[in-house]
């Protein structure tokens, strides 16, 4: 074994002008509505800074859009996408040849990178990736980090995160409150695990239009207060919630809700008998590119979700100069300035009814809100959280 080990060093002694990094992205898809999007222009920041080798695990061949990596392994679409990314994800009938071919060549993928010299490994999310990387690079003396930011711990014991846990060098999450509960609940030494914040892309914001315009490039109306929800329709983001927090608001405050899922024809039918079919607006599934044009038009984002670790849309809302009402819950109290806890986290349905209210009823407040956070989403652009992925790589 150490022999081997030598081998593989003697081979990463040679020297290179960049630096090695393998990235491993489980999906690829330009118009998906899901936190991935945010991957693709990091990725390809990440490719001006080193020699980057770019593992696609499932959707569209990245190549013709992810610019600038030296090496491009894809693996392929595990079944062919007939609708969203999100609405097809679990009808996908996997053939066990072609899953048993893509580990068998994700794991010479790796084998072939080690012996090139690769020696650092960056996992988002996926749990067999993450092990398949650290079983090669442990036996290869090279390393892994993998990310991981949410509350899975809500969710049933997450035997496949505990195993990928165990497995790898480094966890990477969003916060440091993410980072104390992932110790609290995995067991995990606080030594294991560094923050690396989530990141906004400053520049799709400046050629914004102005609020009425956005509205009318969206079809919306012009003249009432609007609210808007951007997720995934399930109850682990409170989508449940959003009919009794648009009972609790004035009567002519409008709620438009930004995405697909489970429980779309149920809030559909909950709006019809509450009476708020003029007042609450589904737009189906949006892809995360249009998300910033939504954020404009809207006068407060809500976010009533059970958990969160980092949620990108939080930082584009701040961006958008969008005030934000979201629940207290994962890393939210990390992300929002200290002195604006009170007036954007809630904690209940009537709290954040009443917290909207008092944005939209109160100029002053509202417009002090809106600079404050406008001023602080600058913590976390796409720039400085690739000089903290330097640092800590």
Not at 184 to 197: A, C, F, N, Q
Not at 226 to 233: A, C, N, Q, W
Not at 288 to 294: E, H, L, S, T, V
Request: proline share 4%.
């Amino acid at each position: 074994m150490e022999e081997f080990v030598f081998k593989y060093r003697a081979v990463c002694s040679c020297d290179m002008k960049k630096s090695k990094l393998i990235y491993v992205l489980p999906h690829y898809d330009t118009a998906t509505g899901t936190h991935l999007f945010y991957l693709y222009d990091f990725i390809a920041r990440l490719a001006e800074q080193y020699d980057l080798w770019l593992i696609t695990l499932d959707g569209d061949d990245p190549r013709s859009h992810i610019k600038g990596a030296r090496r491009y392994t894809y693996l392929g679409k595990t079944s062919p996408t007939t609708t969203t990314v999100q609405e097809s994800d679990n009808k996908k009938k996997r053939n066990p040849l072609f899953v048993l071919w893509r580990l068998v060549r994700y794991t010479s993928t790796l084998k072939k990178a080690r012996f090139l010299g690769y020696a650092r490994v960056y996992v988002h999310y996926s749990y067999w990736a993450a092990i398949v990387a650290a079983l090669v690079m442990r036996c290869t003396g090279g390393r892994v980090w993998y990310w991981n930011c949410g509350m899975p711990w809500l969710f049933g014991k997450q035997f496949g995160l505990r195993a990928t846990l165990l497995c790898v060098h480094t966890l990477v999450t969003g916060t440091e409150r993410m980072k104390e509960l992932y110790h609290e609940h995995y067991g995990i030494s606080l030594r294991h695990i560094v923050v690396m914040p989530n990141w906004i892309d400053l520049t799709r914001f400046d050629t914004l239009p102005n609020r009425r315009d956005a509205r009318a490039t969206l079809g919306l109306h012009e003249e009432v207060p609007i609210v808007l929800f951007v997720h995934k329709l399930v109850e682990r983001k409170g989508a449940d919630l959003l009919t009794q927090i648009a009972e609790c608001l004035p009567n002519n405050v409008h709620m438009v809700v930004v995405g697909g899922g489970p429980l779309l024809d149920a809030l559909k039918k909950q709006a019809n008998g509450r009476g708020l079919n003029e007042r609450m607006h589904f737009t189906g599934w949006v892809p995360a590119r249009d998300i910033p044009m939504y954020m404009r038009a809207a006068d407060v984002y809500v976010m009533p979700s059970r958990e969160e670790g980092f949620p990108h849309t939080i930082l584009e809302a701040m961006a958008a100069g969008t005030p934000f009402v979201a629940t207290d819950v994962g890393g939210m109290k990390d992300i929002v300035p200290a002195e604006y806890i009170e007036t954007v986290l809630a904690t209940t349905v009537s709290d954040m009814a009443k917290k909207i209210s008092v944005l939209l009823g109160d100029r002053g407040i509202y417009i002090k809100t809106s600079s404050a956070l406008g001023e602080h989403v600058l913590r976390y652009t796409i720039e400085r959280i690739v000089s903290e992925f330097k640092k800590m790589i």
